[in-house]
């Protein structure tokens, strides 16, 4: 059964660091794309960042680009999301998930993660 368990996550200040972490089990993340998805109450869910394994391209949402940097530890079998200079508008619960393409639609993605919480608050 594919399995993707979270870490990191937790409350920081604006302008603080994150890092997320996505360790999958009966699967192996190399051979998907991975997407990080993020969703804030009473919003839908959108994407953050798409790792596209076919040429090891990764896409990023406007709102996060420059601050945020997603990478791959093959090794590990494990994704990790950087994010920095946080502010209020990143307050969401963000969700790995492991797909056959590239795609800001949740519909498209069948293995996902618990999810983690991310407060950034003074």
């Known amino acids: 059964q594919p399995q993707l368990v979270q870490s990191g996550g937790g409350v920081v200040k604006p302008g603080g660091s994150l890092r997320l972490s996505c360790t999958a089990s009966?699967?192996?993340?190399?051979?998907?794309?991975i997407v990080w998805f993020r969703q804030a109450p009473g919003k839908e869910r959108e994407g953050v960042s798409c790792?596209?394994?076919?040429?090891?391209?990764?896409y990023y949402a406007d709102s996060v680009k420059g601050r945020f940097t997603a990478s791959r530890d093959n090794a590990k079998n494990t994704v990790y999301l950087q994010m920095n200079s946080l502010t209020s508008e990143d307050t969401a619960t963000y969700y790995c998930a492991a797909g056959e393409s590239c795609s800001w639609l949740p519909v498209l993605f069948d293995i996902w993660g618990q999810g983690s919480q991310v407060t950034v608050s003074s």
């Open positions: 790792d596209r394994r076919a040429d090891n391209s990764t």
């Open positions: 009966g699967i192996t993340l190399h051979s998907h794309d």
